[in-house]
């Protein structure tokens, strides 16, 4: 028994000398925050941004739920167009919860709107 007393000293000592890397700097961030952009419409496409990357999503009835992630703060830029005249609500959320913008508004055939909305990481 007095024999693995300087083992566990030992092994305690050479673990608690280990040093963790600290990640390189250029490495690219984990994106971590995942938020939510809903698109209720008939007949729409949304065009968006996320981190300099284009997406694309066409809706043919109905409403399509599209997460984002990202790790730090920036802008969703959206474009909707309307391929019918009809109401479409447009709901983006945050990685918290917390409703960024939440509208429901008349549109019409063809019609195309850009939208910036400001997700924050406070």
């Known amino acids: 028994m007095r024999a693995l007393y300087p083992l566990l000293l030992f092994v305690v000592v050479l673990l608690g000398s280990c040093k963790k890397e600290a990640l390189d700097s250029d490495a690219p961030e984990v994106l ?3 938020g939510l952009l809903r698109v209720e419409c008939n007949k729409c ?11 694309q999503v066409r809706i043919d009835r109905g409403s399509n739920d599209i997460a984002f992630f990202y790790a730090d ?17 447009l709901l983006v959320m945050d990685s918290f919860g917390r409703v960024v913008s939440n509208e429901l508004k008349d549109w019409t ?3 195309s709107r850009t939208q910036t909305f400001v997700i924050k990481i406070k």
Do not use: H, M, P, W
């Not at 496409?45 to 997406?55: A, G, H």
């Open 32 to 34: 971590k925050n995942a």
């Open 45 to 55: 496409v949304i065009n968006y941004q996320v981190n300099n990357k284009d997406y």
């Open 73 to 89: 703060g920036f802008n969703l830029i959206t474009k909707v167009l309307s391929k019918e005249e009809q109401k479409i609500r």
């Open 109 to 111: 055939e063809g019609e």
